[in-house]
């Protein structure tokens, strides 16, 4: 295809388009690529490496006549003659995909160098050198064909061309070393033939700009021609496409739009938690609430294979749980009272738990839990809730953990609810002095009413009082000390100054002086604790400080810690289970404190950064449970190996095999993650953030 300019002539074009094979493109003898100084760093974690390696291995499996569509690739032909070399290509987008691959082909390379196995590697080995590097001619060297920006040129011409370190220079770390390490570590020589044909059979848009044409605005248009697919999208999409066309009617209708249908607008949310729920891992989230393909990415490791023969299965466990999502998120669905009220209470604490909840439910729907059981679960679930809520130490990041537990059964949950319930003396101290947090549904509970959608929160020392207020009838708040009315304003908002009123009788009491709401307000109240208000012969810090003890007695009571009888510590110095970690900034370089501290199976250790944490775990693990990772290595290709087969930092370990620590933090969080998991001892280690590691 081609775009014309608007002179009026047809011949005259600026923009040229037209599909190539991307490993032929490149292997041309003619091309060389510059990345111009504006680009961005190349920053591909290994997580996007994984997924292109394993894109690659997919369509090498299929018949020769498949490929895989990389996208487009946007460049301009270069006039500037002092660019090394002529007739370079001036790459505008696609240096992500582009320098990935020739990390991938260097490592499918020098993989079968260091065989050393004569054929059929030979050839391979040579039409990989026609892709990595384009020959040196009359008057230029011998250089690698994509060219990174000029700080980086070096360290990418060492990696592709497998140079020691100290030819670049500085061992630097960068994502170049990181994405070959990976690539390096997970190619066997007996794969590397298999992963150069699916390299051979991917494709791209080649769009190649003219001198004149304004490579800025195609950039944009490429880059934003419309909203982006949101995960949900994708993941509709991945599960139909590849199927016939009668296959995909078949899942839509039956199982994709009544998942829609019971989800709504929160079918992005359903994903998201039913993966949490699924894996007991947490899907990251950013700051602003977006997952950044996050729950897509999940749900393609969950589910990496859909064929045709499992999917239906997946697919009505999905809409199974699709329709546990609409009685949560529609409890007056559920027909047992006591069941829908303990829902509408979850729903007073957001969505975040409803991971957990679902699993319950799904139990509860398919008999596994009587109801006795369920009501008692949510019970103990919003006693968790709320009293983290009360002494603010936050309710987020909990969900997976719980899942986690609830695997091995209600009493395994209730005992890791127990471990992050606050006690009786920190919530009695938080209540006495902190405003009552959901204050109508703690008041409701408080004075047994279950619907208080008729009923306004009563501030019985009001939060604005007129200078004529009294408490006692003599003296008015303008006579009060200053200390006074501080002592007074410090309650205003605690459970002991709350109460729940009528809302005619409300507007009746807006500006009244407690003797007047005490005697023609309150004893018209339905609402017993309210009425019982009238009894009272005046109002302030005492008599809400007395009220506050009371009150609070009924609230640890309503709402018991799990498992108080069971002797379980809890953990009041804010550790995150290990599985629950994710990757934070620190400190800036050379002065990283991620971690206070990690606390391993008991041990204390002084281990700040993610780094050091996948040394020591690895090494410990190696001498305390080799063969677990052992499998690990089996399943993940790595991180140990038998030799430093290639530039980097390594570490020995016992019996001369060797750790490599050149991965990206994320990796190593990951590696670390799985590894403990694999060996069993996950749930016993925890990792205490820094100070500047929670802001980050």
């Known amino acids: 295809m081609s775009a014309h300019t608007s002179t009026g002539s047809d011949t005259a074009t600026n923009v040229t388009a037209r599909a190539v094979n991307t490993v032929a493109w490149l292997s041309a003898a003619d091309t060389a690529i510059v990345v111009p100084v504006y680009q961005r760093q190349y920053r591909w974690d290994i997580g996007r490496c994984e997924q292109l390696l394993t894109d690659v291995r997919a369509v090498a499996d299929r018949h020769d006549r498949h490929t895989h569509f990389l996208g487009s690739i946007l460049s301009v032909t270069s006039s500037d003659p002092t660019v090394d070399g002529l007739g370079e290509l001036v790459l505008i987008d696609g240096q992500q995909r582009i320098t990935t691959l020739m990390l991938l082909a260097a490592a499918v390379q020098h993989t079968l160098l260091a065989a050393g196995d004569p054929s059929p590697a030979d050839g391979v080995v040579g039409e990989i050198e026609h892709l990595l590097v384009r020959a040196a001619g009359d008057d230029r060297p011998a250089r690698t064909k994509l060219r990174p920006h000029d700080a980086w040129a070096e360290v990418f011409e060492r990696v592709v061309l497998g140079r020691p370190a100290g030819d670049a220079g500085p061992d630097a770390d960068s994502s170049f070393d990181d994405n070959y390490a990976f690539f390096r570590s997970q190619i066997s020589p007996a794969e590397a033939p298999h992963i150069w044909r699916g390299l051979s059979k991917l494709e791209h ?117 699709a329709q546990v999502y609409q009685v949560l998120l529609e409890p007056d669905r559920e027909p047992d009272p006591r069941i829908a009220r303990q829902l509408h209470g979850i729903n007073v604490f957001g969505p975040g738990t409803y991971p957990l909840v679902m699993r319950v439910y799904r139990d509860y729907r398919t008999g596994v839990l009587d109801a006795e059981a369920l009501v008692r679960t949510l019970e103990q679930l919003q006693a968790l809730l709320l009293r983290r809520t009360v002494v603010e130490i936050g309710i987020s990041r909990l969900v997976a953990r719980l899942c986690r537990a609830s695997e091995a059964g209600l009493d395994a949950l209730v005992r890791a609810m127990a471990r992050i319930t606050p006690s009786d003396e920190r919530v009695r101290v938080a209540l006495k002095y902190r405003p009552l947090p959901h204050a109508g549904y703690v008041l409701g509970r408080l004075a047994g009413v279950d619907r208080v959608g008729d009923l306004d929160v009563e501030h019985v020392f009001p939060l604005a009082p007129s200078d004529h207020w009294t408490g006692d009838g003599v003296r008015e708040w303008a006579d009060y000390t200053e200390d006074e009315q501080n002592s007074h304003r410090a309650l205003a908002q605690t459970l002991g100054n709350l109460t729940l009123l009528e809302i005619p009788l409300a507007d009746r009491a807006d500006e009244l002086s407690y003797p007047d709401k005490r005697d023609a307000v309150y004893p018209h109240s339905a609402v017993r604790a309210t009425a019982d208000l009238a009894h009272q012969p005046t109002w302030g810090t005492a008599a809400i400080a007395a009220r506050t003890a009371r009150l609070t007695a009924d609230l640890l009571r309503i709402w018991a810690r799990p498992g108080a009888d069971l002797g379980i510590p809890i953990d009041d110095d804010g550790l995150t289970p290990v599985l629950d970690a994710v990757r934070r900034r620190g400190w800036p370089r050379g002065w990283e404190r991620e971690f206070d501290y990690v606390e391993y199976r008991g041990e204390h250790w002084e281990v700040h950064d993610v780094k050091y944490l996948f040394n020591r775990v690895f090494k410990r693990l190696w001498a305390d449970a080799r063969p677990d990772v052992e499998v690990f290595i089996g399943r993940r290709g790595g991180p140990i190996f038998p030799a430093p087969a290639w530039n980097g930092q390594w570490d020995t370990l016992d019996g001369g095999r060797h750790l490599y620590m050149g991965w990206d933090a994320k990796y190593m969080l990951t590696a670390v993650q799985d590894v403990l998991d694999e060996a069993g001892v996950a749930a016993e280690v925890y990792v205490k953030y820094s100070y500047i590691g929670e802001l980050m």
Do not use: K
């Open 205 to 321: 848009v080649a769009i190649s700009l003219a001198a004149n044409a304004n490579a800025q605005q195609i950039f944009e248009s490429l880059n934003s021609t419309g909203e982006p697919l949101r995960d949900h999208e994708l993941i509709h999409n991945y599960v139909l496409m590849g199927l016939s066309s009668a296959a995909q009617h078949h899942v839509e209708n039956t199982y994709w739009a009544p998942i829609e249908r019971c989800t709504g607008d929160a079918i992005g949310r359903f994903w998201r938690h039913y993966l949490v729920m699924a894996t007991g891992r947490e899907v990251a989230l950013n700051r602003d609430g977006s997952g950044e393909r996050s729950v897509y990415d999940a749900f393609q490791q969950r589910f990496p294979r859909l064929d045709r023969a499992t999917l239906d299965d997946h697919a009505a466990q999905w809409l199974a749980c």
